[in-house]
């Protein structure tokens, strides 16, 4: 038999190293290319066109992913990350309870202690988690391309385009919707648009408060509460009319 060509990479490593750094050396690889593909996927969905269509959507047939994220704190500029991503699918205003998406995924920054004790989130629980853009590829391929809702949406559309761009170096294309920019439009009386305030006032059980997917379903609850008031009002039939609406709030 041919004797292996001690030179290369794998046989290289076989022999200086034994078996398990071989193998590691193998997993590097497929993790480069898993990597890779992630990347090729995110840019791809983020260079769909927002399609006009969608604008003629009824509300009572619209698609959307409500999504919270808990971060290490509130600004990205200053090495604030992404701690976990929550989601879970809505069609018109039935909350599609089993379709639901939850990830923690790996910081590389300390999480303060005031974070910990809001979230319930350690440092050793972000450790064991995947990497960033394994949770950001799983989240996107949940998301899809349907509407994207939050509350106080500026907040997590910041944290993730930073993530888009951290990893994938593209910029969200998706339409975002607030539903606390609904509320200042349907309840512009009121002078706290706290999610917490908001659910309360309707009557949302506030179960599990700073997880990002209890976050998330309660959020979408509120959205539905909000879609059912929007309903009684004159031409507020579809996605481009609310956007009308919301543009002249």
């Known amino acids: ?23 590691a050396s193998i997993r590097g690889g497929e993790s480069a290319q898993q990597t890779a593909q992630q990347m090729a996927f995110i840019r791809s969905l983020m260079r769909e066109k927002r399609r006009p269509e969608v604008l003629h959507t009824p509300l009572s047939e619209l698609e959307t992913v409500i999504f919270d994220l808990e971060t290490t704190g509130f600004s990205h500029q200053h090495g604030d990350e992404i701690m976990s991503f929550g989601a879970i699918r809505v069609v018109g205003e039935e909350i599609k309870e089993e379709e639901c998406f939850y990830t923690l995924v790996k910081c590389q920054t300390a999480i303060p202690e005031n974070i910990t004790r809001l979230t319930g989130i350690t440092e050793e629980m972000t450790a064991a988690a ?18 994207l809702v939050a509350h106080g949406s500026a907040h997590d559309k910041s944290f993730l385009n930073a993530a888009l761009w951290k990893t994938s170096k593209v910029q969200l294309t998706h339409r975002v919707l607030d539903t606390m920019m609904l509320a200042r439009w349907l309840e512009p009386q009121r002078s706290n648009y706290t999610l917490d305030e908001l659910l309360a006032v309707h009557n949302i059980p506030i179960q599990g408060r700073h997880h990002a997917l209890e976050d998330a379903r309660m959020t979408a609850q509120l959205w539905v509460t909000y879609l059912r008031e929007i309903a009684n009002k004159r031409q507020v039939d579809t996605l481009g009319d609310l956007y009308a609406y919301l543009s002249r709030a």
Do not use: T, Y
């Open 130 to 147: 995947p990497s960033l853009i394994d949770g950001l590829h799983n989240f996107m391929a949940f998301v899809g391309q349907r509407v």
């Open 1 to 23: 038999m041919k004797e292996p060509n001690k030179g290369g990479g794998f046989w290289n490593n076989l022999r200086q190293g034994g078996m398990p750094s071989a193998i």
